[in-house]
């Protein structure tokens, strides 16, 4: 039975597109992974981004004399070097605010929901930023306000996991919602079956629920 269950969810895995909301876990994070390591190689000194990458990249940057002023325009420019590796994978970048010196940058479509979407704001759009335009002090995240926290909408996310569950004789349900509005709510599931014992099944959900709520620091315990 527990290999039935594998097989299923490896199915589901696959086919994981049904549901627009969502994507598979360990495809976002892989692209994500290569995105930030793209971004992060053409600015490092001596980094690993091939002679290509490097001089493309260079020729961008040449065209820029000195440090340039904090506008709207200028941010634009800066990230539009960045843009392509974030494109390349479904992802963008857009300036929200630019406020003193704090620019507020909301990483949209596969970027906006990845887990790493910190790594690369940080490590990336903010390093390159801060290095072309030095009047800038921080780097800020902006993230856009996800649906209410509540079992309905948990609800909306397992509903797209339990035909697949229920195949192997499987099920799940919400026990609870604890510490809503605090910086590290926790929501509470409970799954019978098979599947409730494959680590691999439970992370793909947690990961779905974290997405679907836009909230990496919301925990997902099993009864």
Not at 17 to 24: D, I, L, M, Q
């Amino acid at each position: 039975m527990k290999l039935l269950a594998t097989l299923l969810f490896a199915l589901f895995l696959r086919t994981a597109s049904f549901t627009p909301v969502f994507g598979t876990a360990c495809r976002r994070n892989s692209r994500c992974t290569r995105v930030l390591s793209e971004i992060e190689s053409p600015f490092a000194d001596g980094g690993g981004a091939s002679a290509s990458e490097a001089d493309n990249l260079g020729s961008a940057v040449e065209t820029f004399d000195g440090p340039l002023d904090l506008t709207l325009d200028n941010v634009e420019a800066v990230l539009d070097e960045m843009r392509p590796y974030l494109i390349s994978d479904g992802g963008n970048v857009k300036v929200t605010e630019i406020d003193g010196p704090i620019v507020r940058l909301e990483l949209v479509g596969e970027c906006g929901t990845c887990p790493s979407s910190t790594q690369t704001m940080k490590m990336g759009l903010e390093r390159k930023l801060k290095e072309k335009i030095p009047e800038i002090e921080e780097v800020v995240q902006a993230i856009p306000e996800g649906p209410t926290l509540d079992i309905e909408q948990v609800d909306v996310v397992l509903e797209s996991v339990r035909p697949f569950l229920a195949v192997a004789g499987g099920s799940i349900v919400c026990e609870d919602i604890i510490g809503v509005g605090s910086t590290q709510p926790t929501v509470m599931l409970r799954m019978e079956g098979a599947s409730a014992t494959l680590q691999s099944v439970k992370l793909e959900i947690t990961q779905r629920i974290q997405r679907h709520f836009m909230s990496p620091g919301l925990r997902v315990t099993w009864e």
